[in-house]
């Protein structure tokens, strides 16, 4: 008689472990990522990314991905220059992004906004760096997180080895500058 019971408490524990480690999945239907590149010192451009993916476990760990060949910046050719010589999508696909989130705000209540500044590590052609990024974060009634940058966050080219595929853009295109410094925003929803 023992067996059954046995059966029954291993049974009743791997389905508690599956609910307390319950983890939440980036939609990437109501989530975006844009940057903007200037161009000529004076010309500034708005492009994004249309495919990203990602997971935020229940103990606050955020891994996201920017899918490079994504890339949208309204001119086809611009789109396959970016993906060729500046991303290398070939070799380097996805661009990473890495955060823990404060227990404080995976615990926070439905309804309720909160504002935190995460030490995050941001991978680009295999290259991380840190950077710091401050967010306004939500939960809904149904626990999706949603989280947007309060302002820009400063991308360096050349933490990410990105200055020689700039330096190629550039030359493609017959600019005088392209510049070095790229400011990304983001929201992200994160649902159950």
């Not at 994004?48 to 606050?60: V, W």
């Not at 899918?67 to 949208?72: K, N």
Request: glycine share 4%.
């Amino acid at each position: 008689m023992r067996t059954p019971s046995l059966i029954s408490l291993a049974v009743c524990l791997t389905t508690f472990a599956a609910f307390s480690h319950a983890s939440w999945t980036l939609d990437n239907d109501s989530s975006s990522v844009s940057f903007i590149s200037t161009k000529n010192e004076h010309i500034s451009e708005i492009h994004k990314f249309t495919t990203l993916s990602g997971k935020l476990s229940d103990a606050g760990e955020l891994k996201a991905e920017v899918h490079l060949s994504s890339v949208e910046t309204n001119i086809p050719i611009r789109n396959e220059r970016m993906q060729t010589y500046l991303f290398d999508v070939e070799n380097t696909p996805k661009a990473m992004i890495s955060a823990q989130i404060p227990k404080a705000v995976m615990d926070m209540k439905a309804g309720t906004i909160t504002m935190v500044t995460l030490d995050s590590e941001i991978t680009i052609k295999g290259k991380p760096a840190p950077y710091s990024v401050e967010l306004s974060v939500s939960k809904d009634q149904d626990g999706s997180f949603h989280g947007t940058t309060v302002k820009p966050v400063l991308i360096k080219a050349t933490n990410h080895d990105l200055d020689p595929g700039i330096a190629k853009l550039q030359e493609l295109a017959g600019l005088k500058s392209i510049g070095l410094t790229v400011p990304m925003t983001f929201s992200v929803t994160f649902k159950k």
